[in-house]
């Protein structure tokens, strides 16, 4: 038994290496024919150095790649890929427009006007170009082209940028997966792990990492979390519990919890809230207090100011709810839906500038589930099952934006849980339950 994993060992390694050596020469075949002609002008010379030299070269290669394949990759492999992706999309510019869709013919003329490209740039992984549409080109033209664009490339996936006038755009195609590790979440230090504004405001969490490989910043707006069983809602709900804890130690955050799964969720942190219900009866009464409080802070801001900066005496209230389909649809009690219904409504659409915030979860997105889905100002969709529900929750352009949720993996061939879109596709922070425990 030892003698036949020796042999498949050995088998393997051979396999690796000669797999290798026939990409290599393959790839690069003018210089291979080129080393080949050294080497034999050296042999006719009768001088051997060449051939030393040679094979030397590519047997350091092929050890660096073989025993640190991570380091050979960062500083050989990634920029000679970089720099022949970069070199094909500038030869194959005009071929990739006009296959894509987005070239223009002019008749009786042989010629073809393509979009003009500027600034073809590779940009923390991912490559980027910024577009000049042709007389009568949309940003939407170019959206419709994004899957084109991205098979064309051979990228993982496409973005399509508009600019701030929505005349042009920018197209950033991603090869690599920057997103397919899980990573914990750290606890912040106190008076540290959110965004304060100009004015002092918290405006912003920190709730996870952008394929970009930088921070992914939640604003602190109502949102809907939107995404099937498995998907990764509670790294959505502990990262931005986790990253306004200092907030909530400091008395600047008030966090209210609804659980209808008898409390399995927000138990792990209930030093947190100020306030948690388990049952429909008592999720109802706390919402109808929330209002109760969002009328008497308006009427007290009345004439003062037209956005409330969050104190100690009055703070941001920040409403959880788990599954918020289970208390507006699911409950049998008809009375309690209404009221559930009447409440986050209120709180929803008059909420913002008083700083009453609800954060909601759900698996089911349609419209006579969440009536009240069209007053979330923010939603983020994680893995859903179709474009129909991508679009329910990001609008009817998101697909072609690049916000692909229905394409997330899922079981049994990879799972990818709290990956997601907002305007980016992002990760959201794993949290182990020693983390959350010791936030509180």
């Known amino acids: 038994m030892p003698a036949i994993k020796v042999l498949r060992w050995c088998g393997l390694e051979v396999w690796w290496w000669v797999s290798r050596l026939v990409r290599l020469l393959l790839r690069y075949w003018l210089w291979s024919l080129l080393a080949v002609i050294i080497v034999c002008v050296g042999e006719i010379q009768q001088n051997r150095w060449p051939l030393i030299v040679i094979v030397t070269y590519l047997a350091l290669l092929g050890v660096w790649a073989r025993v640190w394949p991570v380091s050979f990759d960062r500083h050989v492999a990634l920029p000679s890929f970089r720099r022949r992706t970069k070199r094909w999309v500038r030869k194959s510019w005009g071929p990739v427009m006009d296959a894509c869709g987005l070239a223009r013919r002019t008749p009786g003329e042989e010629t073809v006007a393509v979009p003009s490209r500027r600034r073809l740039r590779w940009i923390d992984g991912q490559l980027s170009v910024d577009l000049l549409l042709l007389i009568g080109q949309t940003v939407e033209d170019v959206e419709h082209a994004a899957d084109r664009l991205r098979t064309a490339v051979g990228a993982r996936r496409v973005r399509i940028i508009p600019d701030d006038t929505y005349t042009t755009c920018r197209i950033v195609?991603?090869?690599?997966?920057?997103?397919?590790?899980?990573?914990?979440?750290?606890?912040?230090?106190?008076?540290?792990?959110?965004?304060?504004g100009s004015g002092g405001e918290l405006v912003a969490v920190p709730v996870g990492r952008t394929e970009d490989s930088t921070t992914w910043w939640l604003p602190l707006i109502s949102t809907l979390v939107a995404g099937c069983t498995g998907a990764g809602k509670a790294s959505v709900m502990w990262s931005t519990i986790l990253a306004l804890a200092p907030a909530?130690?400091?008395?600047?955050?008030?966090?209210?919890?609804?659980?209808?799964?008898?409390?399995?969720?927000?138990?792990?942190?209930?030093?947190?809230?100020?306030?948690?219900?388990?049952?429909?009866?008592?999720?109802?009464?706390?919402?109808?207090?929330?209002?109760?409080?969002?009328?008497?802070?308006?009427?007290?801001?009345?004439?003062?100011v037209r956005d409330h900066r969050p104190t100690i005496a009055e703070p941001l209230v920040l409403i959880v709810v788990d599954e918020l389909a289970s208390l507006v649809a699911y409950s049998a009690d008809r009375d309690l839906v209404k009221r559930a219904e009447a409440a986050l409504s209120r709180l929803l659409s008059a909420g913002r500038a008083p700083k009453f915030l609800v954060l909601a979860f759900l698996q089911d997105p349609r419209k006579e589930i969440v009536k009240m889905r069209h007053l979330f100002p923010q939603s983020l969709g994680l893995r859903l099952r179709d474009r129909e529900e991508v679009a329910m929750v990001l609008g009817d352009g998101a697909v072609q934006a690049g916000a692909t949720c229905h394409k997330i993996p899922h079981l049994p061939t990879r799972h990818e849980p709290g990956s997601g879109h907002r305007g980016q596709h992002?990760?959201?922070t794993q949290l182990a339950p020693s983390a959350v425990a010791a936030s509180g």
Do not use: C, N
Not at 288 to 303: F, P, S
């Open 173 to 196: 195609w991603s090869f690599g997966d920057p997103l397919g590790e899980p990573f914990l979440a750290t606890i912040p230090d106190y008076g540290h792990g959110a965004d304060y």
């Open 248 to 304: 909530v130690r400091s008395g600047l955050v008030e966090l209210h919890g609804i659980d209808l799964k008898g409390g399995m969720e927000l138990t792990m942190g209930r030093r947190l809230f100020t306030r948690t219900a388990t049952t429909p009866v008592e999720a109802v009464q706390l919402l109808e207090d929330a209002v109760q409080r969002l009328e008497e802070r308006t009427h007290a801001l009345a004439g003062r």
């Open 426 to 428: 992002a990760r959201l």
